[in-house]
């Protein structure tokens, strides 16, 4: 698999998805109730997932996961993160996160992790802006962008299906000048 930089933050550690984290991947992704919020659900195959997996590195639009979210205190993958070229000519990444672990939630691991993320994306790429897009009735999803002093830039009108009906999207964004400028607990 990848060689991917640890990201080490007060709580997580952010690393490269391995062979031995696959199925609990799959089992996350199995569950519409986890992923249905930000993406479309479809059930992919062990393979299809594992493939996936392993060629993200190389591949800038792929939606697989490209880091775990493990929990230092006891080492458990508690959820994932992810990154993506969303348009074929715009030069932006769009960020997306989930817990999985229910217990894990509203522990501002979230913000964490998405902070360190963020935090890598402008370090190794030469990119002006990170976006992400969160269902406008998702509050935990945009509570935590906003946390990290992403800006609501806009909203899209019916531009996500899931449980029986289209949802609208607010897009986010935040400049690497902004990010630089943003407050850091100390
Ligand atoms: C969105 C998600 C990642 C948040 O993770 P989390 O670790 O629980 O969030 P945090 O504890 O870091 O909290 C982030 C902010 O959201 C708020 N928040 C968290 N859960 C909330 C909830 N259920 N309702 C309202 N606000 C909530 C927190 O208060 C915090 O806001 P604040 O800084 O203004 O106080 C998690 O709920 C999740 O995985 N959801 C399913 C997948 C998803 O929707 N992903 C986002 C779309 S890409």
Known sequence: ??????????????????????????????????????????????????????????????????FMLERKSDRLAVGCVGHYRPHPVLEF???WYLIAEPSARGQGLGKEAVGLLVDHLFHTETLERVGATCDVENTASYRLVEGLGFRREGTMSSALFHHGRWHDVAFYGVTRPEWAARPRPS
């Open 93 to 95: 990444v769009d960020v």
């Open 1 to 66: 698999m990848s060689v991917l930089p640890v990201l080490e933050g007060r709580q997580l550690r952010l690393r490269a998805p391995t062979r031995e984290d696959l199925s609990r991947l799959q089992r996350w992704y199995a569950d519409p109730e986890l992923v249905a919020p930000f993406d479309r659900f479809s059930s992919d195959s062990f393979t299809e997932l594992a493939l996936g997996v392993e060629s993200a590195p190389s591949d800038p639009t792929s939606l697989a996961p490209r």
